[in-house]
C-alpha cells in the first residue's frame, strides 16, 4: 500500500487564524516532505524531515511551522498568513534510505485559501 | 544542481492516437528520473522511475519512458491515449545521496474525442 493521507482536504482561514493540516503515512516511510503547490506550477519543497528530523528547510517563512510527533504523522502549522500562501500544500513520504533519491509518494494535498 | 526541461506547455492528442512527452534534464553524473501524473486538485501519482539498468522503463497505465544518456532525455510514451490520461505531468530529477527533487515545469495533456 502507497498511500499518504492529508487532512483537510480544502481548508479557508482568515489571515488571523491558527489551523493546522495533517499527514499521516502506514508505510514505515522514515522520510516525509511538505510542497507547496500554486495553480499550473511546479511543487516547491518547503520542509523535510528525516527520522523525525528537520533536516531540511527551504528558507520558508516563520508562519509556517512544521511539526513531526513520530515516524508516521507530520503536520503542518499555520499562523498569520497571507493571501498569496494560498495553494495546494502537498505531503510526501519516503523510505530514507540514505544512499538514494528515494521514491517519493504523495498524498491528495490540501487546498488552502486564506482570505 | 540538477535542472529539468519539459519544452512542451501543454499537448492535445486525439484518443487512440500515441503519445510522447519530452523530458530533458541537466545533471552531471547518472540522475534519478521520475514522471509523475497529476489530475487537477489532486497529489502527484507515480508513473514510472529510473536509478540504473535497463534503459527502457514500464510504469503504470500503460505508460513505458527511455533514459537516454547521449541526450540526456528521459521521454515519457504510450502506445493508445485514453481520455483517463488527460492530466498534468512532471518529469523530475533526484541526485545520489540527497532528498530533493526538482520538477520539471510541466505538460498538460489534452486528449480530443
Known amino acids: 500500500d502507497t498511500e499518504v493521507t492529508q487532512t483537510p482536504k480544502h481548508l479557508v482561514m482568515g489571515m488571523t487564524n491558527k489551523k493546522s493540516l495533517k499527514c499521516e503515512q502506514h508505510?514505515?516511510?522514515?522520510?516525509m516532505y511538505w510542497y507547496k503547490q500554486k495553480a499550473k506550477k511546479p511543487p516547491e519543497l518547503m520542509f523535510v524531515?528525516?527520522?523525525?528530523?528537520?533536516?531540511i528547510n527551504e528558507s520558508v517563512p516563520s508562519r509556517f511551522s512544521p511539526e513531526c510527533p513520530n515516524s508516521s504523522l507530520l503536520n503542518l502549522h499555520l499562523h498569520a498568513l497571507q493571501p498569496e500562501d494560498s495553494a495546494l500544500y502537498l505531503c510526501?513520504?519516503?523510505?530514507?534510505?540514505?544512499?538514494?533519491?528515494?521514491?517519493?509518494?504523495f498524498g491528495p494535498g490540501t487546498r488552502l485559501t486564506v482570505l | 544542481a540538477q535542472s529539468v526541461t519539459q519544452p512542451d506547455i501543454h499537448i492535445t492528442v486525439s484518443e487512440g492516437a500515441s503519445l510522447e512527452l519530452r523530458c530533458n534534464y541537466s545533471?552531471?553524473?547518472?540522475?534519478?528520473l521520475f514522471w509523475y501524473v497529476q489530475s487537477p486538485g489532486q497529489g502527484l501519482q507515480l508513473l514510472l522511475k529510473?536509478?540504473?539498468?535497463?534503459?527502457l522503463v514500464q510504469g503504470i497505465k500503460g505508460f513505458e519512458a527511455e533514459f537516454k544518456r547521449s541526450q540526456s532525455s528521459f521521454n515519457l510514451r504510450k502506445p493508445s491515449v485514453h481520455w483517463s490520461d488527460a492530466a498534468e505531468y512532471f518529469c523530475?530529477?533526484?541526485?545520489?545521496?540527497?532528498?530533493?527533487?526538482?520538477f520539471g515545469t510541466g505538460t498538460r495533456l489534452l486528449v480530443s474525442p
Open positions: 529510473y536509478f540504473s539498468g535497463d534503459t
Open positions: 524531515y528525516s527520522y523525525e528530523k528537520l533536516s
Open positions: 508505510m514505515g516511510h522514515r522520510a
Open positions: 545533471y552531471g553524473a547518472t540522475p534519478y
Open positions: 510526501a513520504s519516503s523510505q530514507a534510505s540514505g544512499a538514494n533519491t528515494d521514491t517519493q509518494y
Open positions: 523530475a530529477v533526484g541526485a545520489p545521496g540527497f532528498q530533493k527533487l526538482v
